[in-house]
């Protein structure tokens, strides 16, 4: 059996599996997320990662209450994966779920920045589940027309199938090499689009903010491209507010920092408001405030972020002398 029919056979099984978890009661669909979680935690999934993020992100808490975090993490997943089956399914059913069990909250937030003209960009993380979130724009946000800056997936015959899915619930996707066209060229016909800024970026295209108070690795691209296009940034993040329920939440825009000469700064080195160690401090300054807002996001839903993703990577010691200024330099 050739690999695209072997992939063609799993897809039908993933199929069945979301179908059942459809038309499951809420109370069923909490169980089968917290055995499934409960089966990924006995396999060790990822647990030296899950211990290291929540060592960083709660270093004081003792280890009853971490273990429970722990199994937090799991049931997470869990449901998580279950979730994403969902996209799979055909007859447009992704796009019914959110429509029963999702509500939108914050699109006048969406709305304001649209009429602004200068183009719209979604902030998240991997907070909830982003495919729900992004599904939802199609179906309670006409006119969002939603691009997702993500990674072309393995094996290619899930890439196809998760694609399809978006497109059917309205949503696009772009991926490298052809990322910054597609986004300038959505932006301009008055689409939003959404970038998650919770994953390790090192240089020369990452610059460490602190996250959970230690600096690491964040990607500057959301801010360069705010500083080219003028475009207004909202974050936005999702999470289950129980007995099956969705909340998606869209938050005003943030304001763009440039105020990043010091009282000490004579003014001839004032006056060059373009130099490239200014450019480098504005991006670092902004990429940290998305940062900082990302992780009040996940503190006020700890239980329901990817705890399994290696996001702390690199060189996590005290940021350095003018560090931010070097930028891509250093």
């Given amino acids: 059996m050739g690999s695209n029919a072997l992939g063609q056979l799993v897809l039908l099984f993933f199929r069945a599996i979301a179908l059942t978890y459809y ?3 809420p109370f069923l669909k909490a169980l089968y997320g917290r055995l499934l979680g409960g089966l990924l935690e006995a396999l060790k999934l990822r647990r030296k990662v899950v211990e290291q993020n929540l060592g960083i992100a709660f270093p004081t808490e003792e280890k009853p209450a ?4 722990i199994a937090d993490a799991y049931v997470h997943l869990g ?8 996209v799979l399914l055909p ?16 699109l006048e937030n969406f709305r304001n920045a649209q ?23 199609g179906e309670h946000a006409p006119g969002m027309n939603l691009l997702m800056v993500t990674k072309h997936l393995k094996p290619e015959w899930l890439h196809q199938a998760i694609e399809k899915g978006r497109t059917a619930c309205g949503v696009q996707a772009t991926y ?5 066209r597609d986004v300038l060229r959505h932006m301009k016909t008055g689409g939003a689009v959404t970038f998650v800024l ?14 959970f108070g230690v600096p690491v690795g964040t990607t500057t691209a959301v801010a360069a491209l705010v500083r080219r296009t003028g475009a207004i940034v909202l974050p936005a ?56 807002v990302l992780e009040g996001h996940i503190l006020a839903h700890p239980e329901q972020w990817l705890w399994i993703h290696r996001r702390f990577k690199g060189d996590l010691g005290p940021l350095r002398d003018q560090e931010w200024e070097a930028g891509r330099q250093r």
Wanted: overall charge positive; hydrophobic content about 40%.
């Fill in 23 to 25: 038309f499951s009661p």
């Fill in 66 to 69: 971490r273990q429970r975090r």
């Fill in 79 to 86: 449901n998580l994966i279950l979730e994403i089956f969902l």
């Fill in 91 to 106: 007859f447009g059913l992704m796009r019914k779920y959110v429509q029963k069990w999702v509500t939108l909250e914050g």
């Fill in 115 to 137: 009429a602004q003209g200068k183009g719209v960009i979604l902030l998240t993380s991997h907070l909830g589940n982003w495919e729900v979130m992004a599904a939802t724009s």
């Fill in 176 to 180: 490298e090499p052809r990322t910054l």
């Fill in 198 to 211: 919770d994953q390790f970026a090192g240089p020369p295209v990452g610059v460490r903010v602190p996250v």
């Fill in 237 to 292: 993040y999702n999470f289950r507010s129980g007995k099956g329920r969705w909340t998606v939440r869209i938050e005003p825009a943030l304001p763009w920092i440039s105020d990043g000469i010091s009282a000490a700064t004579t003014a001839t080195e004032a006056s060059r408001k373009d130099s490239q160690a200014q450019v480098a401090l504005e991006l670092a300054q902004n990429t940290a405030q998305y940062a900082r």
